[in-house]
Nanobody, 123 residues
Framework: QVQLVESGGGLVQAGGSLRLSCAAS????????MGWFRQAPGKEREFVAV????????YYADSVKGRFTISRDNAKNTVYLQMNSLKPEDTAVYYC????????????????WGQGTQVTVSS
C-alpha cells in the first residue's frame, strides 16, 4: 500500500512558477514509477509527466515540455514537479500517482493516487 499526499499548489500569475511535491508513505516507493496528471473543470484527467523508479527516464506531455520538470528523491520518498512559465491553461487540480507498470501515460495503469492540489494561473 502506498499513500500519496500532494502539496505546493496555489494561485500564481501567468509567467510565474510553482513547485509541487508529492510525499509517499511505504518502504517500496523506489520501486514505482511516479506520474503527475491534471484535471481541469469539465475535462478528463490528462497526463503531465512521469519519472522512472530510478529517476533515469522522464517523459512529458507536449503541452508542458520545456516548462515543467519532474524529479524524485527516493531517500525522502518524494516526487516533485517544477512548473515554470505557467499559463492560464495550466489551471487544474494536479495529482501524483504511482505505477508498478513503468513509465506509462495511461491513468488506468496507475495503482495509487493522491487527493490532488489546486493550481490556478491568472492572466
Amino acid at each position: 500500500q502506498v499513500q500519496l499526499v500532494e502539496s505546493g499548489g496555489g494561485l500564481v500569475q501567468a509567467g510565474g512558477s510553482l513547485r509541487l511535491s508529492c510525499a509517499a508513505s511505504g518502504r517500496t516507493f523506489s520501486s514505482y514509477a511516479m506520474g503527475w496528471f491534471r484535471q481541469a473543470p469539465g475535462k478528463e484527467r490528462e497526463f503531465v509527466a512521469v519519472i522512472s523508479w530510478s529517476g533515469g527516464s522522464t517523459y512529458y506531455a507536449d503541452s508542458v515540455k520545456g516548462r515543467f520538470t519532474i524529479s524524485r528523491d527516493n531517500a525522502k520518498n518524494t516526487v516533485y514537479l517544477q512548473m515554470n512559465s505557467l499559463k492560464p491553461e495550466d489551471t487544474a487540480v494536479y495529482y501524483c500517482a504511482a505505477s508498478r507498470s513503468g513509465t506509462t501515460y495511461y491513468t488506468k495503469t496507475y495503482d495509487y493516487w493522491g487527493q490532488g492540489t489546486q493550481v490556478t494561473v491568472s492572466s
